[in-house]
């Protein structure tokens, strides 16, 4: 596969538009998930968690869906407004092992 | 104000030099965390600790010490011992480190360190 290297994946919408982020989970045995923003030179924010006996989960203009078959979890925003320009991440929780795995991130552009 | 506090905002290292980013929080929460994080990569863990008097290394450890004296306070030095030590890092707490429910693993992050070695 491409190798990101320097560059993240990025993700450019209208403003007003609804964006769907993606993150393909590793650990089968992962049973929380988490969606943090980073804007840039700042640390991460939490957005939304999940556990793995849920399916969805609705927040204010956030929508997690989990996909345990295939190890996919997505964050959608509706209404998409330029304060939401940020490095979105994923991170999964295998809360009996004590291990936290955070992806690398998918850089969101709203366009104006 | 409950949060995590981390300080400098930016610093600037020597080769050959020892430094030490200082990372503080008052949510009363068991376990601390540090991560590097590089361009274009997911956060790395350096060290952890789930409880006062008690750390644990990470996956870069490597050329990093921490000490975790109060429950309040995890420090994190960079030794001349890492190599490439340029990166943005990240301190972060939850409020037990061991499994204690899903939502206590939640990790509450500092604003971040940028340490740039000239």
């Known amino acids: 596969g491409e190798s990101v290297g320097l560059h993240l994946p990025t993700l450019s919408v209208q403003e007003g538009d609804n964006s769907i982020i993606n993150c393909a989970y590793s650990n089968s045995a992962s049973d929380y998930f988490i969606w943090y923003k980073q804007e840039s030179g700042k640390g991460p924010q939490f957005i939304i968690d999940i556990r793995s006996n849920m399916d969805k989960r609705q927040g204010q203009r956030v929508t997690v869906l989990l996909n345990k078959t295939v190890k996919h979890l997505s964050l959608q925003i509706a209404a998409t407004q330029p304060g939401d320009s940020a490095v979105y991440f994923c991170a999964e929780i295998h809360t009996g092992g004590f291990k936290t795995i955070f992806g690398a991130g998918t850089r969101l552009f709203v366009k104006a | 104000d409950g949060g995590i506090t981390q300080s400098p905002k930016y610093l600037f290292r020597k080769e050959g030099q020892n430094v030490t980013l200082s990372c503080e929080q008052n949510?009363?929460?068991?376990?601390m965390y540090w991560y590097r994080q590089d361009p274009g990569q997911g956060l790395r863990l350096i060290y952890y600790?789930?409880?006062?008097?008690?750390?644990q290394k990470g996956d870069i450890a490597e050329g990093y010490s921490v000490s975790r004296e109060k429950k309040e306070s995890f420090p994190l030095t960079v030794t001349s011992a890492q190599k490439n030590p340029t990166a943005f890092y990240l301190c972060a707490s939850s409020i037990v480190g061991l499994a204690g429910g899903a939502s206590y693993n939640e990790q509450f992050f500092g604003p971040g360190t940028r340490l740039t070695v000239l």
């Open positions: 949510l009363n929460h068991d376990a």
């Open positions: 600790s789930q409880i006062v008097n008690d750390f």
